[in-house]
């Protein structure tokens, strides 16, 4: 029998770190909670009310009193997801702008034995056109540095998406999925 820590097998999450986020309820409506039934927003000390729109919904919800750092609210929920017994999390942006239909994939590769999966925003053109101009040069440039580290094609390492195993912290298998 699997346990539920078993990357394999077991229960996935996702954390949404939010700080003023005006965008939250529409990706939360993007949602299909039956599938995709713990989801975490963690609020980063935001004074507009995301926390009122996150509460419509079956969530998870994590507040830090003041700003700490989008990294930290992502801590906060990958640490919330692992004392809960979550094998897989699964981060994506409170903005809107990752699909949460290409969750059940990205969690499909961790289960096949990724223990880190990066999503892109470059496989796709139309995903990347609202993308600012100084911005695609600036992360299309990360990308091939990482590209050039790791002896493999990476189109994009800064886009939101990525969920990691339980495993990740001893095991370091790096793979780039399409995303979308």
Do not use: C
């Amino acid at each position: 029998m699997a346990r539920d820590n078993d990357t394999s097998t077991g229960k996935f999450g996702v954390v949404l770190p939010v700080y003023n986020e005006s965008r939250l309820a529409l990706l939360l409506k993007k949602i299909d909670f039956t599938i995709v039934p713990h989801v975490v927003v963690v609020d980063d000390g935001s004074s507009d009310g995301s926390m009122a729109v996150a509460g419509n919904y079956p969530v998870t919800l994590l507040k830090h009193e003041k700003r700490t750092g989008v990294g930290a609210a992502i801590r906060t929920g990958l640490q919330h997801l692992k004392k809960n017994g979550f094998a897989i999390g699964v981060v994506m942006a409170g903005n809107n702008k990752d699909d949460p239909g290409d969750i059940q994939n990205v969690v499909a590769a961790v289960r096949g034995g990724a223990d880190y999966v990066q999503g892109s925003r470059y496989v796709t053109p139309e995903k990347a056109k609202d993308t600012p101009f100084r911005r695609r040069v600036i992360t299309r440039g990360v990308a091939l540095l990482w590209s050039l580290r790791f002896a493999r094609r990476l189109t994009d390492v800064t886009n939101g998406f990525p969920p990691t195993s339980s495993r990740s912290s001893t095991t370091r298998k790096l793979i780039s999925i399409r995303n979308g």
